[in-house]
Every structure is written in C-alpha cells, then in structure tokens.
C-alpha cells in the first residue's frame, strides 16, 4: 500500500481555481495530507483529512475524500502567484507517510 | 521559533567521506524521522525513532546510521559517501505515531563530488 499518484504538472491562470488530483492504495490510511513545497524550502503542512471524513474546507482550500474510490484532491480557490510550488499527496500508512510524486502548479499571470 | 531543524543547510563534499547532519525539534514530540528526497523531487522515509528508538528502518544502505541522544534529538551520520547520496535530506517530527500532524524541516542539500 506504498503507491500514491499524483499528475506532475498543472498550470492554472490567476484568479480561477485550482484542482490537484492525486489516488492511494491503502484503504486503511489513518490520514491522508497535502504538503506544498516552495522551491529551495522545506515541506509545508497545508491541510490533512481524517479518513472517516469526505470533505475538509479550510480558507481557500477544500480537501475531497473519496475512499470508495481511494481519490484525494485539493482545490485552491482564486488561485494566486504564491501558490506556485509543489503539492505532495500523501498517505499515512504503517505509522509512515508515503508521497506521491508531487504535482508542480504553474500559476499564469 | 523554529519547530524543527535541520544543520548543516548545504553540504559539499567528496566521495569517500563521512558526514553528519543534525536535527532538533523543540515541540516535545516523541516521534522523529528521516526522508530523502531525491533529484527528481521524490521522497521516501528512511528511518523513525520513537523515544529513541528505531521503530522503521527502510532498504537503506547501512552506510546509513541514525543516532537518537534523545527525544528531541535525531542525528544522521553517513560512512562512506557516493554520489548517488546527493539529495536533500528532510527531518521531520510528530507528537507520536498514530498523530495527524508530521512538521519537517527545512532540508539539508548534501552534494557529494
């Protein structure tokens, strides 16, 4: 249960909404989170969902849980230049997170 | 405050060496662990420690040798250095296994020549 994948890019226009998809394996993950990595920085907490949960909404970002399915998005509402990075899907799965490949976010003036 | 953190930042050094990297998270967690990520932005835990001691341990070369001194403390020393060691390594810290939050810090380059 070590396969979580993620698209490698996407590029979104400033202003719309952003939508980050990302499946995993293991359907007995406690946890499931998105990490955002700036270049050159660390890994960032954004937002994480319990699995009993389907939906988490926090500011600008929602977080979707389909477990029927083993599918995680994020959304990032009014999509801003600061919000180009790298976002990490990850499960947490044998009291260790495994990531997916991270989707690098491109946003366009 | 820094949470969790990470010494050195960058690293350089030639192959054959053996090199140390030190982190340190200051939020009384018990949980502590070591990824790599690699040229191509993929990570993989390496190790954790829970009160000091070993509770993962991946496929990694034993050339790998994680130390605990102490809960707040998770050291990386590396015998032996290839180039295929060149990544950034990431710390990262949790209150205790089965807690949502892991906080990581801000990675250390290690280059070797």
Redesign the interface.
């Known amino acids: 249960g070590e396969d979580v994948e993620q698209s490698l890019f996407l590029s979104v226009r400033e202003g719309d909404s952003s939508v980050i998809n990302c499946t995993y394996t293991d359907s007995s993950s406690?946890?499931l989170?998105w990490?955002k990595?700036e270049p050159g920085?660390?890994?960032?907490?954004l937002t994480?969902i319990?699995s009993n949960m389907d939906m988490k909404q926090d500011q600008r970002l929602t977080v979707l849980l389909n477990k029927k399915d083993k599918h995680l998005s994020l959304r990032i509402a009014d999509t801003q230049t600061g919000d180009s990075a790298?976002y990490?899907c990850a499960e947490?799965y044998?009291?260790?997170?495994?990531?997916g490949?991270?989707t690098t976010v491109t946003v366009r003036a | 405050d820094t949470a969790v953190s990470q010494t050195p930042k960058y690293l350089v050094t030639q192959m054959g060496n053996d090199k140390s990297i030190k982190c340190e998270q200051n939020l009384g967690h018990d949980t502590m662990?070591w990824y790599k990520q690699d040229s191509?932005?993929?990570?993989?835990?390496m190790f954790?420690y829970n009160n000091k001691e070993l509770?993962?341990n991946e496929t990694v070369p034993n050339r790998f040798s994680p130390k605990s001194p102490d809960k707040a403390h998770l050291n990386l020393h590396i015998n032996s250095l290839e180039l295929g060691d060149s990544a950034v390594y990431?710390c990262?810290s949790r209150e205790r296994?089965?807690v949502?939050?892991?906080?990581?810090?801000?990675?250390t380059r290690l280059t070797v020549t």
Do not use: C, H, M, R
């Open positions: 406690t946890y989170y990490y990595q920085a660390g890994l960032q907490l994480y319990f790298i990490f947490n044998d009291y260790k997170l495994s990531f490949a991270g | 662990y191509k932005k993929f990570l993989k835990i954790s509770i993962i990431f990262a296994v089965g949502s939050e892991q906080y990581f810090g801000p990675g």
